[in-house]
Every structure is written in C-alpha cells, then in structure tokens.
C-alpha cells in the first residue's frame, strides 16, 4: 500500500513539472524506481523552465535525450522482429500454442483445457490456437471473468466480448473478488480483471497434456 501511495504522489508532482530530484527528496524514492514510475512522463520546454537548478535541467533533458533514443531504438527492433514472425505455419502455431498452455494453462484436469490470463492479446491467442490447431469451434468457449467488487460488471463483460469477438451469452457469471480493483496494481495490469476461458473435451485435453509430457521429456 506503501509503494501504492508514493506512485500516485510521484505521479501528481511529476504532472505538476517536477523533476526526478525534487520528487526523490520529496518521497525518499529512489531514482530507479521513479524511472520505472515516470517514463512515459517527461517534462515540458514550460516545466524545464521553471526548474531552478541549472544542473536538474540538464540531467532531466539528458534523461529525455536516452528515453527517446531508446524509443527509437525499441521501435527498429520491433519492425525486424515483427517482419520475422508476422506469418506463422500452422505447425508454428500449434507449437506455440503448447509452450503457452505449458506455461499459462490449467494441467490439472483431463476432461477440459483452460487458460487465465489479464492480457486480451493472449487470451485471443488461445482462440486463435484452439481454433486452427485443435478445430475448436468459436461457440464452444466458455468463460469466466474475475472482477473485483468495485469493478462495472457488465461493462467488463462488454469489453471482454468485443476484445475476443466472442458472444457476451459464452460469459459464466463472474467471480466478483472483495478486494479493490484499484488497491491491486500500480501499473493497472488488473484493470479489466482476469479472464478465464475454457473448452471442455476430454480428447483435446488429453492430446496437449500428452503434447506437453512430449516436450518436457524432450528438454530433460
């Protein structure tokens, strides 16, 4: 809770033109962790100004100066790598698709396989893998979002279909947790809960279960 509240008040004096120095005396933060904080926050040409000391003005445009080489940096990396993997063979993405569920997926029933997950983009990964690899029809997902309390049910539940283009009717009733949305995480990774989703066979279930005692076997 501690971390919670130094986070929002770096945020606010960040926001109000202050630089890394002022907030590290201000909070007893260390630079590093600010730097994780306040990346996606530098300082105007106004706040710059305003700073007092010659030498904070010259660390926060320095600090700026490597944020947006690194920006740049990251923004090539990405190109290459997405030229290397935008096609994927079906043979691809069934293998990917076993190191995801060996990683993220339920291995503890044999009549159902599962994966839960805060991040859309993996979840419509599984789809996509249970759909080509595996002949799962979209209509035969089930799922299951874990909210918190102070969380817009059904507005959850709206973002969710249309993020996965799946049917709002393949929706369980939530697990409504009784903690806080917003006491959870700092970097909001929680913001729209957690989604569950399931395919119940026992066939598939056991052709990945069997997949991945293959791979594990394999990297012994």
């Known amino acids: 809770m501690a971390k919670l509240k130094d986070h929002k008040n770096a945020l606010v004096l960040r926001k109000a033109g202050k630089s890394y120095s002022q907030i590290k005396r201000l909070l007893g933060v260390s630079k590093s962790t600010l ?8 300082l105007s040409r106004q706040d710059l100004d305003r700073l007092v000391y ?5 660390i926060e445009k320095y600090r700026q100066t490597m944020q947006n080489k690194r920006t740049d940096r990251l923004q090539k990396i990405y190109s290459e790598q997405k030229n290397i993997i935008s096609t994927l063979s079906n043979r691809e993405i069934f293998i990917a698709g076993l190191f995801l569920y060996w990683g993220e997926g339920s291995k503890t029933k044999l009549t159902s396989i599962c994966v839960s997950n ?5 979840i419509k990964f599984f ?3 249970a759909i080509k690899s595996l002949g799962v029809k979209k209509e035969n997902f089930k799922i299951m979002l874990h909210l918190y309390r102070d969380m817009d049910i059904q507005k959850e539940i709206t973002y969710w279909s249309t993020a996965l283009s799946v049917s709002a009717k393949q929706f369980y009733k939530p697990y409504i947790k009784n903690t806080l949305n917003k006491n959870i995480n700092y970097k909001n990774s929680y913001k729209h809960g957690t989604c569950n989703i399931s395919i119940n066979s026992v066939n598939i279930s056991e052709k990945i279960l069997m997949s991945i005692k293959a791979l594990e076997n394999n990297y012994k």
């Open 54 to 58: 010659k030498n904070e003005v010259r």
């Open 35 to 42: 730097s994780a904080w306040l990346k996606d926050y530098q």
């Open 127 to 129: 789809i996509l893998w």
């Open 118 to 122: 805060t991040n859309p983009a993996i």
